[in-house]
């Protein structure tokens, strides 16, 4: 029997090539099938930053196999946690959704050696994100 996710999580930022890539790696490698992971851009680009493949590899995360993904209005209705990293007002609102902004610098055109912290500060957003679920599933 499998049971269902404990909550919906989509990633949002401009070109879904960097940081909501690297955040939903994050969220499915910490996570598991405990939560359902969605990224999306309001301009996605042509491929995931190899900078930020790179740099997650280097962690043990594949994100190689992903491809950026435009934003729809369907994705934010059907996730419980919307989290925009700088797309600005292309993101849609609907209420009974938590809204998070992680303001995260931006790793395009960047080489693996910028994209390194930006990785590390999203994995402790991830986590600290997991965290917050499960003790909701507890409350």
């Excluded at 070109?15 to 405990?34: K, P, V």
């Excluded at 007002?89 to 998070?100: E, S, V």
């Excluded at 790793?107 to 910028?114: H, K, L, Y």
């Amino acid at each position: 029997m499998t049971t269902a996710p404990l909550a919906s999580v989509l990633f949002v930022c401009v070109h879904n090539a960097g940081r909501s890539q690297m955040a939903a790696g994050f969220l499915r490698h910490l996570a598991g099938d405990r939560v359902e992971v969605r990224s999306a851009g309001s301009i996605p680009g042509d491929q995931v930053n190899p900078a930020a493949v790179e740099a997650m590899a280097e962690v043990g995360v594949d994100i190689s196999d992903q491809q950026p993904k435009v934003l729809t209005t369907e994705a934010v209705q059907a996730s419980d946690y919307v989290i925009t990293m700088g797309c600005g007002d292309a993101c849609p609102i609907f209420p009974g959704k938590k809204y998070l902004d992680w303001a995260l610098e931006d790793p395009a055109g960047q080489g693996v050696e910028a994209v390194r912290p930006i990785r590390d500060e999203i994995k402790g957003l991830i986590e600290g994100l997991i965290a917050e679920i499960d003790a909701k599933q507890e409350a």
